[in-house]
């Protein structure tokens, strides 16, 4: 069982940046590769960015391609994402989360582990 708690959210203005961490209770570099999803209100679950083990591959929604980064510390058992330029579509609810797929993947359904999400309000 893997818990993974998420903070860094906020309110910003539009054009500001904000650095969401991502805090697993075991080690999940050698296990797990690591995803950001984000959910607006009256919107479904979506994608943002995933990270391999090795933090060596990662993979982004186009919506936040060149804006957003995706990271991670093994050491510290710690994902990161960096959002820069926010803009008001980027309002939401974004979770962690982990999947034991060989690959990354940006399928919900393909995670096995989540955490309660942080919220993010980007408002002009």
């Known amino acids: 069982q893997v818990q993974l708690l998420e903070s860094g959210g906020g309110l910003v203005q539009v054009g500001d940046s904000l650095r969401l961490s991502c805090a697993a209770s075991?080690?999940?570099?050698?296990?797990?590769?690591m995803g950001w999803f984000r959910q607006a209100p009256g919107k479904e679950r979506e994608f943002v960015a995933a990270?391999?083990?090795?933090?060596?591959?990662?993979l982004y929604a186009d919506s936040v391609k060149g804006r957003f980064t995706i990271s991670r510390d093994n050491a510290k058992n710690t994902v990161y994402l960096q959002m820069n330029s926010l803009k008001p579509e980027d309002t939401a609810l974004y979770y962690c989360a982990a999947t034991a797929q060989s690959s990354i993947e940006n399928r919900a359904t393909r995670y096995d582990y989540w955490g309660q999400g942080t919220q993010v309000t980007a408002s002009s």
């Open positions: 075991t080690r999940t570099s050698i296990s797990y590769a």
């Open positions: 990270v391999s083990k090795s933090g060596g591959t990662t």
